[in-house]
């Protein structure tokens, strides 16, 4: 599975922001989504995952309330919608998926997309 986050940008805080990530590949076979972040100088940071069929989400409680996981298979692009977004989100945003159930653990993922850059202007 080949997967390309985009979406990223510069918007103030209190905006929101769509991310897409669209995967390309081996997309027969069922796959977990999930999404991450990474800050300069801090360790990736799970945000949300999302399980082949969609009916099982689980988002982090630091984002929870704000972020919205979803997937449309259609399309073989999962979405993370963030709202109400502060200064604190500025980071790559990554994607990633694994063959199976979803994950919070990124070293469970076999395949990431590049990252797309948030920052979020105070």
């Known amino acids: 599975v080949q997967l390309q986050a985009s979406g990223g940008g510069l918007v103030q805080a209190g905006g929101s922001l769509r991310l897409s990530c669209e995967a390309t590949?081996?997309?027969?076979?069922?796959?977990?989504l999930g999404w991450f972040r990474q800050a300069p100088g801090k360790e990736r940071e799970f945000l949300a995952t999302?399980?082949?069929?969609?009916?099982?989400?689980y988002v982090t409680d630091s984002v929870k309330g704000r972020f919205i996981i979803s997937r449309d298979n259609a399309k073989n692009t999962a979405y993370l919608q963030m709202n109400n977004l502060k200064p604190e989100d500025t980071a790559v945003y990554y994607c990633?998926?694994?063959?199976?159930?979803?994950?919070?653990?990124?070293?469970?993922?076999?395949?990431w997309g590049q990252g797309t850059q948030v920052t979020v202007s105070s």
């Open positions: 990633a998926a694994r063959y199976g159930t979803s994950s919070d653990n990124p070293a469970r993922y076999e395949y």
């Open positions: 590949g081996r997309t027969s076979s069922n796959y977990g």
């Open positions: 999302i399980s082949w069929i969609g009916s099982y989400t």
